[in-house]
C-alpha cells in the first residue's frame, strides 16, 4: 500500500445513517458544497490512516443507481467520472434485504466497495444476528459491522478502506437467468470498443442498456464509433428477451436483484422466533392514521412555526442590538453627516452596510428553523409528513415534501423565503421540485408583514384580525392553483418520479449532530447571500440616488440651509457665545447632540447617563452647554438650534424624496404608471415597490420618504389615516395583494439561482409573479371600481374566486395521472422479508 492521497466515497440510501457515520470519520474537518452543475448537496470531509491522507465525499443518499431521480444520476457519475479508490456502501443493519439492493448495484460496477453494517444496535435490538463472515465470503468483500450514534467501528472502517485500495474491483455476479445469453451478446458488441471497455464496466455497461437506461445510451453516443448498431442490437434483445420471457427487461432485471438480495438475507440474517411488534410500527399507527395524523401534523407544524418563527423573531428582536451597534460602528468611522448631504462613502456605506444587517437579523430565524429541520429529518418523522400530504399536494403538482418549504416561506404568516427555497433540495421529483420553488416566494414572509400592518392599520382598522386572515390565508388559496397551472404548462416536460417514500425507524436525534447540521446550513446560507447581497445594494442605491437633484435645485435647498444658519448666528451674536461658536459649528453641534442621544439611548442607570453626560461635557463643553441648555443664554440658543435642526430635517427630506423622483429608479417608475394605474399605483407606488426589490423590509419607508414623511412605520400610517397618500380601502387591497405575490427579494432570487441552477428559472420567477401580481391588483381594483364594491366587499369576492379555482385546478389530472403512473410506499423490513 503507498503512501498516496485515497479518494473514498460514501454511498448508501436513507435513514441507513450514512451522516452519522461521515460525522463519525471526518469529525470536524468537513466541507459542504454543490456538486458541479446541479443543486445536490456536496459534503467532504478528510481523515487519516497508517500516515495516509484520505477525501471523504459523501454521494447523495440513494436507494438504487438508475438515472431516474437527479440524486442517482449524481452519485453514479461521481462512481463512473471520479473513480474512488473505495466506496463504503453504508448499510442499515436492521433492514438487511433492503440495503443490498444498492450493494449488488455498486458490485456491478466493480467498484472496490466496503460494506459498512451500521445500526447494528438497532438489530441487536430486534432480536436479528448477522453472520458477518458469512456475508462477507458471499459477496467478496470487506463487511464492517458499526454502530456509528455510539462511535463503533471507526477503526475498523478505516482498516478496512486502507487494506482495500489499490485491489482488483468485486467478483461477485448476480445470475439473471434467461437474460444472460443477451447481456452477453452486447458484452461481445461492447468490448469491442478499446475507449468504451476501459472507461465502463462491459458488463454493467450492457445490463444498464438493456434496462433502457437513457443516460447509459447517451454515454454509449458519446464514445462507441458505431453507437447506433448497439441501439438496434439492444432494441432487439429486449424484444427477443420479452417475447420468450413475457416480461420487459428491466422488470426481469429489478425483480432477479431482488430475489439475490432475498437469498442473500436468508443465508446470513437469523430472525428472532417471536415476532415483535417495535415502537414505530405502534407510533405509526397514530402518526400515520387517516385522522390522527393530520392532527399530529398540525400540531407539530403549529409547534416548528412557534418555536422557528414566533421565537425566532423575539431573539431577532434581542439580537438587533448587536446589528444596531455594527451600523452605529460604521456611522461613527464614516465620514460624518452633511447639513443637507452626506458625503457619498457615508450614504453607500451605511446604505450596504444596512442592507447587509437587514438579512443578518434573520440568523435566529434561520438557525431554529434549520435546528427543527434536522430533528424533523433525524428522528424520521419527515417521511411521515411528506406521506400524509402527498395525496393532496399530489393534486397540484406538488410534492409531500412540499409542506416544509411552504411553511418555512410563511404558508401563513411570518416565515422566510430564503430557507423555504433551500428547503426544496429534499424534494426528489424535480417537476415538483421546480414548482415548490416558483411558489415560496408567494408565502407571507416576515418582510411583507410591516406593510401588511400599516394598511390594515389605516384602512380596515375595525376588521383588522379579519383583514390579516385574509391575507395570510388567500395565498395560499393563489399558490396552489398557480402550481397546478406551471406543472401541465412550463413544466409538463420535467421528469416526475413516483411517490417512493421509506418508512424508516424512529430516532432520537442527538445534540451535536443536530448542531452540526444547523450551523452548516447557516454558514452555506451566509457564503451564498451575504457577499451578493452587499453588490447589489450598491446597484440599487445608484438606481434610487442618480443622476440627482439639478444644480438649481441644489442651489434652492442649499439657499434654505444658509438662511436658517444665519438667523441662528444672529441669536449667537446676542449672547456670551459671540465670536465663540462660528457659522461652521453649527452642523457639528446638531450632530453632536444626535451623537448624545444615541449615546444615552435605552439607558435607564441614572449613574451611567450622568457618566455619558460627563463624558461629552469634558470633550466639548460649548456644544454641550448649549444642547444640555446650560445657562440662560444657552436655553435661548437652544430654541434657536431647534429651529435649524427643523430646517435640516425638512431640507433633506424634501430633498430625498426629490431626488428618488428624479432618479433612474424614479423614471422607471413614471414609465410604468400607465400600466400601474389598473391596479391604483401611481408613479410614487411604483418606486417603493421597485425599492422593495432589494428587501421588502423597507417598503413602508421608502413609500413615507417618496411621500415625504420622515419617520418610523407608525408615521406612514397615521399619515394614511389622514388621508395625506390619497388612499381608499380598495387601493390599500390592491397593494397587499402585489405584495402578497411580490417577485422575490434579491437574497430569495440568488437562492432561487442557487437551487434551480439557472439563470433563466431565476429570471422566470421574477417575471411571472411581476405580472401576476399586476393582473390580479388589476383585476381587483378595476373590477371593484366598475361594480362599486368597497375594499372590504372586495377583499372577500376575491377571496370566494380564488377558493373556486383552487377546486377547479384540483380536479384537472397531472400529467402523470393520465399516464395512470403508480406510486409506491416502501415500509422497512420487519422480518427476513424472503
Known amino acids: 500500500m503507498s503512501s498516496r492521497n485515497l479518494l473514498v466515497a460514501l454511498a448508501g440510501q436513507p435513514n441507513s445513517g450514512k451522516s452519522t457515520v461521515f460525522n463519525l470519520l471526518t469529525g470536524a474537518r468537513q466541507h459542504v458544497a454543490n456538486y458541479p452543475g446541479v443543486t445536490v448537496e456536496k459534503k467532504t470531509g478528510s481523515f487519516g490512516v497508517k500516515g495516509t491522507s484520505v477525501k471523504l465525499v459523501d454521494l447523495p443518499g440513494t436507494y438504487s443507481l438508475t438515472s431516474y431521480s437527479l440524486e442517482e ?16 456502501d453504508v448499510a442499515d443493519a436492521s433492514n438487511l434485504k433492503r440495503s443490498l439492493y444498492l450493494t449488488l448495484q455498486l458490485l456491478e460496477m466493480e467498484v472496490p466497495t466496503v460494506l459498512g453494517l451500521n445500526m447494528m444496535d438497532v438489530a441487536e435490538r430486534r432480536g436479528q444476528r448477522i453472520n458477518t463472515d458469512k456475508l462477507q465470503d458471499i459477496l467478496g468483500i470487506p463487511v464492517v459491522p458499526t454502530k456509528a450514534k455510539r462511535g463503533e467501528g471507526k477503526d475498523a472502517l478505516k482498516e478496512a478502506v486502507y487494506s482495500l485500495a489499490g485491489n482488483a474491483g468485486p467478483s461477485f455476479k448476480i445470475d439473471y437467468g434467461k437474460l444472460e445469453a443477451y447481456i452477453s451478446e452486447l458484452e461481445e458488441l461492447l468490448v469491442e470498443d478499446p475507449v468504451l471497455s476501459v472507461l465502463y464496466p462491459v458488463r454493467w455497461f450492457a445490463i444498464k442498456l438493456l434496462e433502457g437506461d437513457s443516460e447509459t445510451a ?21 424484444q427477443r428477451f420479452q417475447d420468450e420471457d413475457g416480461n420487459a427487461c428491466e422488470r426481469h432485471i429489478a425483480f432477479t436483484r431482488h430475489a439475490s438480495c432475498a437469498k442473500v438475507t436468508r443465508e446470513t440474517v437469523t430472525l428472532p422466533t417471536e415476532k415483535r411488534r417495535n415502537l414505530s410500527d405502534l407510533a405509526d399507527r397514530y402518526v400515520c392514521n387517516r385522522v390522527l395524523g393530520p392532527l399530529i401534523l398540525i400540531a407539530i407544524l403549529f409547534v416548528l412555526y ?12 434581542q439580537a438587533w442590538p448587536l446589528w444596531g451597534a455594527l451600523e452605529s460602528f460604521f ?44 430533528v424533523l429529518e433525524d428522528s424520521g418523522y419527515m417521511p411521515r409528513m ?119 425507524p424512529y430516532h432520537i436525534p ?28 450598491v446597484v440599487v442605491f445608484v438606481l434610487i440616488n442618480y443622476p440627482g437633484l439639478t444644480s438649481s435645485r441644489t442651489a434652492y435647498y442649499e439657499d434654505m440651509q444658509d438662511t436658517a444658519v444665519a438667523v441662528f448666528m444672529k441669536d449667537v451674536n446676542k449672547t456670551e457665545f459671540k465670536d465663540v461658536i462660528r457659522s461652521h459649528d453649527v452642523l457639528p453641534i446638531i450632530l453632536f447632540g444626535e451623537a448624545l442621544k444615541n449615546a444615552k439611548r435605552k439607558i435607564t442607570d441614572k449613574n451611567m447617563s450622568a457618566a455619558i453626560n460627563e463624558e461629552f461635557q469634558a470633550g466639548n463643553p460649548i456644544y454641550y452647554a448649549v444642547i444640555k441648555r446650560v445657562g440662560k443664554d444657552a436655553k435661548k440658543l437652544n430654541k434657536s438650534l431647534k429651529k435649524v ?7 433633506r427630506r424634501e430633498a430625498r424624496a426629490e431626488r428618488f423622483e428624479t432618479s433612474f429608479l424614479g423614471s422607471m417608475g413614471k414609465a410604468l404608471e400607465p400600466v400601474t394605474q389598473w391596479a391604483g399605483f401611481n408613479w410614487r407606488i411604483n418606486i417603493a415597490l421597485l425599492s422593495a426589490f432589494a428587501a421588502k423590509e423597507n417598503s413602508a419607508a421608502t413609500l413615507g420618504s417618496i411621500y415625504g414623511i420622515d419617520g418610523s412605520d407608525q408615521s406612514v400610517q397615521d399619515s394614511m389615516k389622514a388621508g395625506e397618500i390619497g388612499f381608499t380601502s380598495l387601493h390599500a387591497l390592491a397593494l397587499m395583494l402585489f405584495m402578497a405575490l411580490y417577485p422575490p427579494c434579491v437574497p430569495t432570487s440568488i437562492m432561487v439561482r442557487s437551487q434551480t441552477n439557472s439563470t433563466s428559472w431565476m429570471l422566470f420567477s421574477i417575471g411571472y409573479q411581476t405580472l401576476l ?21 372586495a377583499m372577500w369576492a376575491f377571496y370566494a374566486l380564488c377558493v373556486l379555482a383552487t377546486l377547479v385546478m384540483a380536479m384537472i389530472p397531472n400529467p402523470e395521472e393520465r399516464k395512470a403512473a403508480s406510486a409506491a410506499i416502501i415500509t422497512p423490513c420487519k422480518e427476513n422479508c424472503s
Open 306 to 317: 412557534e418555536v422557528s418563527i414566533v421565537f425566532g423573531n423575539w431573539l431577532a428582536l
Open 510 to 537: 442527538t445534540i451535536t449532530g443536530v448542531l452540526r447540521r444547523a450551523i452548516e446550513r447557516v454558514w452555506l446560507f451566509m457564503k451564498k447571500i451575504v457577499t451578493v447581497v452587499a453588490a447589489v445594494a
Open 218 to 238: 447517451e454515454l454509449l453516443k458519446k464514445t462507441h464509433p458505431d453507437a447506433q448498431s448497439v441501439l438496434d442490437r439492444t432494441d432487439s434483445c429486449r
Open 331 to 374: 456611522a461613527d468611522i464614516l465620514p460624518q453627516a452633511g447639513f443637507l448631504n452626506d458625503p457619498l462613502l457615508r450614504s453607500l456605506g451605511l446604505w450596504v452596510v444596512k442592507s447587509l444587517t437587514a438579512i443578518l437579523n434573520y440568523l435566529p430565524i434561520f438557525f431554529l428553523l434549520f435546528s427543527l429541520i434536522a
Open 645 to 651: 435642526i427643523q430646517v435640516r430635517k425638512k431640507v
Open 73 to 88: 444520476r449524481v452519485a453514479r457519475d461521481f462512481l463512473l467520472g471520479d473513480s474512488p479508490d473505495v466506496v463504503i
Open 773 to 793: 401580481g399586476l393582473f390580479v391588483s388589476s383585476l381587483v381594483f378595476t373590477g371593484a371600481t366598475v361594480l362599486g364594491l368597497t375594499g372590504f366587499q
Open 386 to 504: 411528506a406521506f400524509i400530504l402527498d395525496r393532496l399536494f399530489r393534486r397540484f403538482g406538488l410534492h409531500g415534501q412540499s409542506t416544509l418549504p411552504l411553511i418555512l416561506g410563511g404558508v401563513y404568516v411570518g416565515g422566510c423565503a430564503i430557507p423555504g427555497v433551500m428547503a426544496t433540495k429534499a424534494i426528489p421529483d424535480e417537476r415538483a421540485r421546480l414548482a415548490t420553488i416558483m411558489i415560496v416566494p408567494m408565502m407571507n414572509c416576515l418582510a411583507k408583514v410591516p406593510l401588511y400592518l400599516i394598511l390594515i392599520g389605516a384602512y380596515f382598522p375595525d376588521v383588522a384580525g379579519v383583514a390579516m386572515f385574509f391575507i395570510a390565508t388567500v395565498t395560499l388559496f393563489m399558490a396552489l392553483p398557480v402550481a397546478k397551472i406551471l406543472s401541465i404548462t412550463v413544466l409538463k416536460k420535467r421528469p416526475s418520479a413516483p411517490f417512493i417514500m421509506e418508512m424508516p
